[in-house]
């Protein structure tokens, strides 16, 4: 299956109309940007036309809508917004507004559907990345919200929405893609409880309001310019507003997001909680910098002076020398080594006399590379001052280092490391001999 790519608008396109909270008239446009950009609002009508990105980071105040703020300069309601993108598959935007908040249009997220339509959407030539969920991702607030993210080979929101005193309680579930987005939950009007509004006009919010743009719900009944568009359109609702605030983490994901009771609040907590994620799994697994010059030597190049083969050649590749006697080997340690089948099982681990293999290796690579050396075998002969400090597990990157102490004749002495991460997870001092 080849990767997904990216995509971005393919022209520009504009909506106005009158925004939520301050009642100002604004005219947003959409815009295309290039690969790895991600989404940006900026404030066309500010001097210097700042950018703010669309990042949890950025995240100033989440009271019935999500804020996000560069210093002094602010951008309100973004989740509609985002959440359309995001929906409608783009990855990449630049969004312009000549106020500090979106228009509320409808109080869905249909006109900027329709917007990105008109736009239309391209692809492009980088590949999309996206978290994969491997293990459930839990957030329980004071207020009763819970949001659980478990694994699925999909993008799936199932949503349980729960008003004061349990009124409108409805639940709705759907894997979202640019085409259950828009039939199932673009048009899903933002709605507030009759209660709520009176404190809301209070703090100087919603000016902009009306029954045709959000839906006010008095006791048991429903205040409107027009009938529910679905049975569960206040669930559906909740469902757009936690695409948009998840994706404030910086990056789509592939799992399940099972949401009770959710809130701006506990939306963007949880977008923050993928970002620490995501940047945790990323440093267990560090971006290497593989030398390609003089002296590095790739696999087939180490089976050339390694006598070893499968299943017990412990070095996928050379990566650097530093003179004549420091050597530096790579193992990738995946899953399908022989030696995970019973070690152990539900819990492999690399066994500790193979961290050594690997470092004897490495080592009689820095002395068998030497001319006068080749054709021969190293032996090895004995392991002093062995240690192991952590365990190697699949998926780690295992580099060897190696630094001949000293040869007398045709034995070799070396000082040898394993390390994970930076960090030590096995080391020896080793002695070995080169034979014919």
Request: hydrophobic share 40%; aromatic share 6%.
């Given at each position: 299956?080849s990767?997904?790519?990216?995509?971005t608008l393919?022209?520009?396109?504009?909506?106005?109309?009158?925004?939520?909270?301050t009642?100002e008239q604004?005219?947003l446009t959409?815009?295309p940007?290039p690969?790895n950009?991600?989404?940006?609002f900026?404030?066309?009508?500010?001097d210097?036309?700042p950018?703010?990105?669309?990042?949890?980071?950025?995240v100033?105040?989440?009271e019935?809508?999500?804020?996000?703020?560069?210093g002094?300069?602010k951008?309100?309601?973004?989740e509609?917004v985002?959440?359309a993108?995001v929906?409608?598959?783009?990855?990449?935007?630049?969004?312009e507004?000549?106020?500090?908040?979106?228009?509320?249009?409808d109080g869905s997220a249909?006109?900027?559907?329709?917007c990105i339509?008109?736009?239309?959407?391209?692809?492009q030539?980088?590949?999309?990345?996206?978290?994969?969920?491997?293990?459930?991702?839990?957030l329980e607030?004071?207020?009763?919200?819970?949001?659980?993210i478990?694994?699925?080979?999909?993008?799936?929101v199932s949503?349980?929405?729960?008003?004061?005193?349990?009124?409108?309680t409805?639940?709705?579930s759907?894997?979202?893609?640019?085409?259950?987005y828009?039939?199932e939950?673009?048009d899903?009007r933002?709605?507030v409880?009759?209660?709520?509004?009176?404190p809301?006009?209070?703090?100087g919010?919603i000016?902009?309001?009306s029954?045709?743009?959000a839906?006010?719900?008095?006791g048991?009944?429903?205040?409107?310019?027009?009938?529910l568009?679905h049975?569960?359109?206040f669930?559906?609702?909740?469902?757009l507003?936690?695409?948009?605030?998840?994706?404030?983490?910086?990056?789509r994901?592939?799992?399940?997001?099972?949401?009770?009771?959710?809130?701006h609040?506990?939306?963007?907590?949880?977008?923050e909680?993928?970002?620490?994620?995501?940047?945790?799994?990323?440093s267990?697994?560090?971006?290497?910098?593989?030398?390609?010059?003089?002296?590095?030597?790739?696999?087939?190049?180490?089976?050339?002076?390694?006598p070893?083969?499968?299943?017990f050649?412990?070095?996928?590749r050379?990566?650097?020398?530093?003179g004549?006697?420091?050597?530096?080997?790579?193992?990738?340690v995946?899953i399908?080594?022989?030696f995970?089948?019973?070690h152990?099982?539900?819990?492999?681990?690399?066994?500790?006399?193979?961290?050594?293999?690997?470092?004897?290796?490495?080592a009689s690579i820095?002395?068998?590379r030497?001319p006068?050396?080749q054709g021969?075998i190293g032996?090895?002969?004995?392991?002093?001052?062995?240690?192991?400090r952590?365990?190697v597990?699949?998926?780690?990157t295992?580099?060897i280092?190696?630094e001949?102490?000293k040869?007398?004749?045709?034995?070799g002495y070396?000082k040898?490391?394993?390390v994970?991460?930076?960090?030590?997870t096995s080391?020896?001092e080793?002695k070995f001999a080169?034979?014919v």
């Amino acid at each position: 299956m080849s990767a997904l790519k990216q995509k971005t608008l393919a022209a520009s396109a504009t909506i106005t109309g009158t925004s939520l909270h301050t009642g100002e008239q604004v005219t947003l446009t959409m815009k295309p940007a290039p690969a790895n950009h991600g989404i940006k609002f900026r404030r066309v009508d500010l001097d210097d036309q700042p950018f703010i990105d669309a990042h949890v980071s950025k995240v100033q105040t989440v009271e019935r809508a999500t804020t996000l703020a560069e210093g002094s300069v602010k951008v309100h309601t973004v989740e509609h917004v985002i959440s359309a993108l995001v929906g409608m598959g783009v990855d990449n935007a630049i969004i312009e507004m000549d106020a500090n908040e979106p228009p509320i249009g409808d109080g869905s997220a249909a006109p900027f559907v329709d917007c990105i339509k008109k736009a239309g959407i391209e692809e492009q030539d980088a590949v999309l990345s996206v978290f994969e969920v491997r293990e459930p991702i839990h957030l329980e607030t004071r207020g009763g919200s819970l949001i659980t993210i478990v694994p699925d080979k999909s993008f799936r929101v199932s949503c349980t929405q729960v008003g004061p005193d349990g009124r409108m309680t409805q639940f709705y579930s759907t894997e979202v893609n640019p085409e259950t987005y828009e039939k199932e939950i673009a048009d899903a009007r933002t709605f507030v409880f009759y209660e709520d509004v009176e404190p809301l006009l209070e703090k100087g919010l919603i000016k902009g309001g009306s029954l045709e743009n959000a839906i006010v719900i008095k006791g048991d009944s429903v205040m409107s310019k027009e009938s529910l568009r679905h049975k569960e359109e206040f669930a559906r609702h909740k469902i757009l507003d936690i695409i948009g605030d998840l994706m404030l983490s910086g990056k789509r994901i592939m799992g399940h997001v099972i949401a009770v009771k959710p809130g701006h609040g506990p939306n963007t907590e949880m977008a923050e909680k993928l970002a620490k994620t995501f940047a945790q799994t990323m440093s267990m697994v560090p971006s290497v910098n593989i030398p390609t010059g003089e002296g590095v030597m790739d696999n087939v190049e180490v089976q050339k002076v390694l006598p070893h083969r499968y299943p017990f050649l412990m070095v996928d590749r050379i990566v650097g020398f530093e003179g004549e006697f420091k050597c530096t080997g790579v193992k990738q340690v995946t899953i399908n080594e022989p030696f995970f089948q019973g070690h152990f099982p539900g819990h492999p681990v690399m066994p500790g006399v193979l961290q050594v293999e690997a470092m004897a290796q490495v080592a009689s690579i820095t002395l068998l590379r030497q001319p006068e050396n080749q054709g021969k075998i190293g032996y090895f002969m004995s392991a002093d001052k062995v240690k192991f400090r952590k365990p190697v597990m699949p998926g780690d990157t295992l580099f060897i280092e190696s630094e001949i102490l000293k040869v007398r004749r045709n034995i070799g002495y070396a000082k040898c490391r394993c390390v994970v991460n930076g960090e030590t997870t096995s080391e020896a001092e080793l002695k070995f001999a080169l034979m014919v």
